[in-house]
T-cell receptor, first 110, second 117 residues
Framework: SQKIEQNSEALNIQEGKTATLTCNYTNYSPAYLQWYRQDPGRGPVFLLLIRENEKEKRKERLKVTFDTTLKQSLFHITASQPADSATYLCALNQGGKLIFGQGTELSVKP | NAGVTQTPKFQVLKTGQSMTLQCAQDMNHNSMYWYRQDPGMGLRLIYYSASEGTTDKGEVPNGYNVSRLNKREFSLRLESAAPSQTSVYFC????????????????FGDGTRLSIL
């Protein structure tokens, strides 16, 4: 079955810098990959979806890439702000269901 | 616009007790899901309902039952709670596009924090 790996170590960056989070998967390439944001005590909130035939997708300061050769998705937040501090989850489809990674905690310091 | 509403928000049970977690969505979504989230484990799917009238097991269904009461409501029942079921439980919903609902964003409630002593 599919296994998803996100960096379990928290990512600490300075305000204004670009944050880059990684999502690696182990088996077949999924047709879709999604990214979510989760704040403490809250449920995940959908951010972006990227399809396997899309190399890159952007939404405001967010950018997601999808490399099916490397079996990897990168999630970028440009001009990061303290309000971007949260845990970010990637998820991919398997057999019609979503499989989630464990998430990477991002902390943006002013 | 409430989205996905879960009740209760917190609950403490003793081992062997039973309870039902409630979930309702007001987005007219066809598909609904129950997940549990444990530290370091990520979200794991317990059960899901692709559409009204159907339910299927997810990755970790043992010890749980579900009921899709109508299009809006999807409940999760613990018949005999065990300490291993201490977790945060999330309900989610999504639209159904043809037969593939995994390409649709999921909308989550804010969870039920359940402790079993």
């Amino acid at each position: 079955s599919q296994k998803i790996e996100q960096n379990s170590e928290a990512l600490n960056i300075q305000e204004g810098k670009t944050a880059t989070l990684t999502c690696n998967y182990t088996n077949y390439s999924p047709a879709y990959l999604q990214w979510y944001r989760q704040d403490p005590g809250r449920g995940p909130v959908f951010l972006l979806l990227i399809r396997e035939n899309e190399k890159e997708k952007r939404k405001e300061r967010l950018k997601v890439t999808f490399d099916t050769t490397l079996k990897q998705s990168l999630f970028h937040i440009t001009a990061s702000q303290p309000a971007d501090s949260a845990t970010y989850l990637c998820a991919l489809n398997q057999g019609g269901k979503l499989i989630f990674g464990q998430g990477t905690e991002l902390s943006v310091k002013p | 616009n409430a989205g996905v509403t879960q009740t209760p928000k917190f609950q403490v049970l003793k081992t062997g007790q039973s309870m039902t977690l409630q979930c309702a969505q007001d987005m007219n979504h066809n598909s609904m899901y129950w997940y549990r989230q444990d530290p370091g484990m990520g979200l794991r799917l317990i059960y899901y309902s692709a559409s009204e009238g159907t339910t299927d097991k997810g990755e970790v269904p043992n010890g749980y039952n579900v009921s899709r009461l109508n299009k809006r409501e999807f409940s999760l029942r613990l018949e005999s709670a065990a300490p291993s079921q201490t977790s945060v439980y999330f309900c989610a919903s999504s639209a159904l596009l043809r037969t593939d609902y995994s390409n649709q964003p999921q909308h989550f409630g804010d969870g039920t924090r359940l402790s079993i002593l």
